[in-house]
């Protein structure tokens, strides 16, 4: 009934640029905050970044400040995820995730599938 499907992954050079999206249903984006998460091989899924439903608050991991931005459009129920001063320890399978706002950085109560990005040197 909850929908989350990311897109945009690929592979890009290091610095370079890459914005990932999440196509959410209504009720997910109306209802839930929206984050990043992101897991690479033989790691744990790591948090990087949460939004809340109205965009007003935002939340990012330490690794990614300054560098991630995530954002949302309420008319197209998407969320974003700019990453600029990419680096190849950014390397990782993406998820789109939501949640309630309290809990989103620990907690999401759906995911995406997924989508890879791979940063080369």
């Known amino acids: 009934q909850v929908q989350l499907v990311e897109s945009g992954g690929g592979l890009v050079q290091a610095g370079g640029s890459l914005r990932l999206s999440c196509a959410a249903s209504?009720?997910?984006?109306?209802?839930?905050?929206m984050g990043w998460f992101r897991q690479a091989p033989g790691k744990e899924r790591e948090f990087v970044a949460a939004?809340?439903?109205?965009?007003?608050?935002?939340n990012y991991a330490d690794s990614v400040k300054g560098r991630f931005t995530i954002s949302r459009d309420n008319a197209k129920n998407t969320l974003y995820l700019l990453m600029n001063s990419l680096k190849p320890e950014d390397t990782a399978v993406y998820y789109c995730?939501?949640?309630?706002?309290?809990?989103?950085?620990?907690?999401?109560?759906?995911w995406g599938q997924g989508t890879q990005v791979t940063v080369s040197t």
């Open positions: 939004i809340s439903w109205s965009g007003d608050s935002t």
């Open positions: 209504r009720r997910a984006f109306s209802n839930y905050a």
């Open positions: 995730a939501a949640a309630a706002w309290v809990v989103i950085t620990h907690s999401p109560a759906y």
